[in-house]
């Protein structure tokens, strides 16, 4: 009985790191307006929280800096920049953070998990107000 716990418990916590391997990584994500290819964003994991950096602007980027943010990322490159923070693993979703749009300088409320059935797709949830907004992203080979 002891080894059957045992395993199971092995087998939970497997899980639960591929599950958090699989969130992390680099994503192309596509602009909503154009359907279009815009940027490739790396999300890593630093202690229990996981955060994602903008690691390349694609030719379809329609802008390179941040000219609607404000405080500290006001004008600065959108290539670099954090635009997703503070997000929790839970139950093989990413949650409870924040996520920014350089297009509007707004940041969002944010929740992801990957599609069902494809662990190569990203769905990335912002909302605000109880509205909400659904992009997909695709995992860079």
């Known amino acids: 009985m ?9 087998l939970f ?12 990584g680099t994503w192309k994500t596509i602009d909503d307006e154009t359907n279009k290819p815009k940027s490739h ?3 890593y994991q ?8 903008v690691t ?20 600065k490159p959108i290539q670099g920049m954090v635009i997703l923070e503070n997000m929790k693993l839970d139950d093989g979703e990413l949650q409870d ?7 509007n300088g707004k940041w969002y409320t944010c929740k992801m998990w990957l599609k069902e059935g494809d662990p ?10 109880g509205f909400y907004r659904t992009q997909y992203w695709y995992r860079v080979k």
């Open 46 to 53: 630093t202690g229990n929280s996981y955060h994602g950096k």
């Open 97 to 103: 953070g924040k996520i920014l749009d350089p297009k």
């Open 41 to 43: 964003v790396e999300i």
């Open 120 to 129: 190569n797709v990203l769905v990335v949830r912002g909302y605000v107000f």
């Open 13 to 24: 916590l497997l899980h639960s790191s591929i599950q958090a391997q699989s969130l992390t």
């Open 56 to 75: 390349k602007l694609l030719a379809d980027a329609t802008t390179s800096k941040c000219d609607k943010c404000s405080g500290d990322r006001h004008n």
């Open 2 to 10: 002891k080894n059957y716990i045992l395993t199971v418990l092995s």
